[in-house]
């Protein structure tokens, strides 16, 4: 008798959460949103290049593999090691507040449905607190 673990069972049956918010197209409007704010922000937009589509499309790429799409970022970038690709950038608190209200703001612009809503602003909350390399600057008193 063929016996399947049920962990194994729920992982091949249930569709990935990029199966269902609508693939690729959705994930293109979520960084488009995200990016469009990122370029109006007056503490983020320094951190970022000049040229903001190579980031652009790495991020696209990133984010169609994390939630269950092909796997193209790893071809391109190699392995994501998110927080080593940050260490160039001074992010504190304060910088990972504004880059998560702008992802999660661009998840509803982008129309993201529940319960995959819920799943994916869960892994952006954790995800960037993890990106967090900088202590508050503490003025002397
Ligand atoms: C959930 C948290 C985050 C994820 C999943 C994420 C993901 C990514 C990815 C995939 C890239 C492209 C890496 C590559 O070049 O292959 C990237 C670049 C970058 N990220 Fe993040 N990031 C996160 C949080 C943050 C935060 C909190 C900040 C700053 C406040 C930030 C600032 C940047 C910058 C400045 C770049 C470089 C963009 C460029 O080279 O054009 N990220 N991020």
Same mark, same amino acid.
């Not at 952006?124 to 607190?129: G, K, L, R, V």
């Given at each position: 008798m063929c016996r399947v673990k049920p962990t194994q =069972? &729920?992982? $091949?049956d249930r569709p990935s959460i990029y199966e269902q918010i609508g693939g690729a197209a959705t994930i293109r409007r979520i960084v488009d949103r995200f990016y469009a704010r990122v370029e109006r922000d007056p503490l983020l937009r320094p951190m970022f290049p000049a %040229? =903001? #589509?190579p980031g652009k499309e790495h991020q696209f790429l990133f984010l169609c593999q994390y939630f269950g799409?092909? %796997? %193209?970022?790893n071809r391109l970038r190699g392995h994501p090691r998110l927080r080593m690709r940050h260490a160039p950038f001074p992010i504190d608190q304060v910088a990972r507040d504004a880059w998560l209200a702008h992802m999660l703001a661009a998840l509803d #612009?982008?129309?993201v449905p529940e319960p995959a809503r819920t799943a994916m602003h869960r892994y952006? &909350?954790?995800? $960037?607190?993890a990106m967090i390399n900088q202590a508050p600057l503490i003025e002397p008193s």
């Open positions: =069972l &729920e992982m $091949s %040229d =903001l #589509e799409g092909p %796997d %193209d970022y #612009e982008a129309g952006f &909350e954790q995800a $960037s607190t």
